[in-house]
């Protein structure tokens, strides 16, 4: 649990590293400095841990022919960035955020289909419950700033969550073929090549500032390597509850910080989010 608990400290710093460098260079460009510093990063790490690269590759293309989640989890690792992008161009953190750290419940629920578990009648109702409560806070937290503001970010968030969700689920099978460290800089290679792909389809893009997009990529090689350690050591029911303290933790924040209260539905769906954590923490227990 202790890798899933630091991955969600870093990426709660990438979150407020990449809205800054939003400010600066489109999605496209601040999604290719990102991706390329944590690719070359994490490159960088499968060099020093797997020195013998001819047994890599070759693992690695079996299991692709066994496996196509290989190739799944990488595209729906960028497909999750880019929306995630979207979404903060043109939305405020504290309405993007707890929609998307939804993204362990949406992990979850990916992870039992695939399984064929029944869950308990409570079960269900505690996983909608999640996945509602966090949508409902962020609608309510925009139209208290703005009624007429635009609901196109939190469409682009909840892309970006079920897509990241559909990723996570895969994420244990993965690595129990190819290691923690190789899947993902695959991952992250992945998402740097579909970065590629859209500058050289735009042509026009600039780059104005490149400090905030290093920092964010630095920081996300870290936390994807927590990350997929965290669902190679601890399993992926275990990593995807521990990951639904973000949505908690960024209302709580935005309280003390901004000095947003909440009000009405808001509570209700704090007092949702905290009683299904904690229950849930205690069944895993």
């Given at each position: 649990m202790k890798w899933a608990l630091l991955a969600n400290l870093l990426f709660a710093l990438v979150d407020l590293a990449w809205?800054?460098?939003?400010?600066?260079?489109?999605?496209?460009?601040?999604?290719?400095?990102?991706?390329?510093?944590?690719?070359?990063?994490?490159?960088?790490?499968?060099?020093?841990?797997?020195?013998d690269l001819g047994n890599l590759s070759?693992?690695?293309?079996?299991?692709i022919q066994r496996d196509f989640r290989i190739v799944g989890v990488g595209l729906l690792g960028w497909l999750g960035l880019w929306a995630f992008g979207k979404a903060?161009?043109?939305?405020?953190?504290?309405?993007?955020?707890?929609?998307?750290?939804?993204?362990?419940?949406?992990?979850?629920?990916?992870?039992?289909?695939?399984?064929?578990?029944?869950?308990?009648p409570l079960e269900?109702?505690?996983?909608?419950?999640?996945?509602?409560?966090?949508?409902?806070?962020?609608?309510?937290?925009?139209?208290?700033?703005d009624?007429?503001?635009?609901?196109?970010?939190?469409?682009?968030?909840?892309?970006?969550?079920?897509?990241w969700g559909l990723s996570y689920s895969w994420y244990e099978s993965v690595t129990s073929q190819i290691g923690a460290i190789p899947t993902a800089a695959w991952v992250e290679a992945c998402i740097a090549l579909g970065s590629a792909f859209l500058l050289l389809w735009k042509k026009t893009e600039a780059i104005k500032?490149?400090?905030?997009?290093?920092?964010?990529?630095?920081?996300?090689?870290?936390?994807?390597?927590?990350?997929?350690?965290?669902?190679?050591?601890?399993?992926?029911?275990?990593?995807?509850?521990a990951g639904v303290v973000t949505p908690v933790l960024t209302i709580f924040g935005a309280w003390f910080i901004n000095r947003e209260r909440p009000i009405g539905l808001q509570?209700?769906?704090?007092?949702?989010?905290?009683?299904?954590?904690?229950?849930?923490?205690?069944?895993?227990s």
């Amino acid at each position: 649990m202790k890798w899933a608990l630091l991955a969600n400290l870093l990426f709660a710093l990438v979150d407020l590293a990449w809205k800054q460098a939003q400010q600066y260079n489109s999605v496209s460009v601040n999604t290719a400095i990102r991706s390329w510093t944590s690719t070359l990063l994490l490159g960088c790490m499968v060099l020093v841990v797997t020195p013998d690269l001819g047994n890599l590759s070759l693992s690695f293309s079996n299991a692709i022919q066994r496996d196509f989640r290989i190739v799944g989890v990488g595209l729906l690792g960028w497909l999750g960035l880019w929306a995630f992008g979207k979404a903060l161009k043109d939305g405020a953190l504290h309405i993007i955020i707890p929609v998307v750290a939804l993204t362990p419940v949406v992990t979850y629920v990916f992870w039992f289909l695939q399984h064929n578990n029944r869950w308990m009648p409570l079960e269900n109702l505690a996983i909608l419950s999640l996945m509602i409560a966090g949508i409902l806070l962020s609608f309510q937290f925009q139209r208290n700033q703005d009624p007429q503001a635009s609901t196109l970010p939190i469409l682009w968030a909840c892309l970006a969550s079920c897509s990241w969700g559909l990723s996570y689920s895969w994420y244990e099978s993965v690595t129990s073929q190819i290691g923690a460290i190789p899947t993902a800089a695959w991952v992250e290679a992945c998402i740097a090549l579909g970065s590629a792909f859209l500058l050289l389809w735009k042509k026009t893009e600039a780059i104005k500032e490149i400090k905030w997009p290093l920092l964010t990529g630095l920081i996300t090689a870290l936390a994807v390597l927590t990350t997929v350690q965290s669902y190679a050591e601890d399993g992926t029911e275990s990593t995807a509850i521990a990951g639904v303290v973000t949505p908690v933790l960024t209302i709580f924040g935005a309280w003390f910080i901004n000095r947003e209260r909440p009000i009405g539905l808001q509570w209700i769906s704090l007092s949702i989010l905290i009683v299904t954590l904690i229950w849930q923490a205690l069944r895993l227990s």
